[in-house]
């Protein structure tokens, strides 16, 4: 809050909540807010949602209503800033930019379609991510995982 210059209270109405809701975000780590006043924060603030709150992505592929047993997450402490989705031959790539949300950032959909084309080189990168990765599901992350 103080990068962006703002009160509990100027946050609060930017997210359409009490200052009161605010402050209990601030002071209970373990609070994890809605969905739509996680954006609406990550929007007002300029910040990533893993930063204000590391564990919302892990508890809602882990708890969330609509979990699936199919996929598969990780998360990597190192200089990552890219999210991926692989599907076969096709992934859909979202490199984030410095300073910038997720949001604001591009997004790629590429598809398989040489040997060592932009696929191949994107898919080999993040296979070196995953293998440094957790389990998003492993008990026992730190905060920061």
Excluded: Y
């Amino acid at each position: 809050m103080a990068n962006a210059k703002m009160t509990e209270t100027q946050l609060a109405e930017a997210c359409g909540v009490d200052a009161k809701t605010v402050g209990r975000w601030i002071t209970d780590p373990n609070r994890i807010p809605h969905a739509r006043h996680r954006w609406a924060t990550c929007e007002a603030l300029g910040e990533e949602e893993t930063a204000l709150w590391p564990n919302a992505i892990r508890t809602a592929l882990t708890s969330g209503p609509d979990k699936e047993d199919g996929i598969e997450g990780r998360f990597e402490t190192g200089h990552v800033n890219l999210s991926v989705f692989r599907f076969d031959d096709e992934m859909i790539v979202t490199p984030i930019l410095a300073r910038r949300v997720g949001h604001d950032s591009p997004m790629m959909h590429l598809r398989r379609r040489q040997t060592d084309g932009m696929f191949d080189r994107f898919s080999a990168h993040v296979e070196e991510l995953w293998s440094r990765g957790r389990d998003i599901r492993e008990v026992g992350h730190d905060a920061q995982a």
